[in-house]
Nanobody, 122 residues
Framework: QVQLVESGGGLVQAGGSLRLSCAAS????????MGWFRQRPGKEREFVAA????????LYADSVKGRFTISRENAKNTVNLQMNSLKPEDTAVYYC???????????????WGQGTQVTVSS
């Protein structure tokens, strides 16, 4: 079992930055692909970014490519999402997720956090 707890959300003006963090429990964290997803108001949850167990490979949604950076600190069981040049359309609840298959392109994830709200004002 893995528990995920997100932090770092908040209110920011357009063009600003936020850094989200996700703390994971469980010693097998090291082997998991970690991902960030978001759910914008009135929309379905969507993929944002993912990272392999060693950080060697990353994947981003086109909408955030070049603005967001996913990283992980395995010694701290943490995965981060640095969000720069934020836009009002980035407003969403952001979720951290873990996938035990090790597949960077996995379409389903095994464990999810509760989410953290990010609001970008114009």
């Amino acid at each position: 079992q893995v528990q995920l707890v997100e932090s770092g959300g908040g209110l920011v003006q357009a063009g600003g930055s936020l850094r989200l963090s996700c703390a994971a429990s469980g010693r097998t964290f090291l082997t998991y692909v970690m991902g960030w997803f978001r759910q914008r108001p009135g929309k379905e949850r969507e993929f944002v970014a993912a990272i392999t167990w060693n950080g060697g490979s990353t994947l981003y949604a086109d909408s955030v490519k070049g603005r967001f950076t996913i990283s992980r600190e395995n010694a701290k069981n943490t995965v981060n999402l640095q969000m720069n040049s934020l836009k009002p359309e980035d407003t969403a609840v952001y979720y951290c997720a873990a996938d035990r298959s090790g597949n960077l392109y996995a379409e389903t994830y095994d464990w999810w956090g509760q989410g953290t709200q990010v609001t970008v004002s114009s």
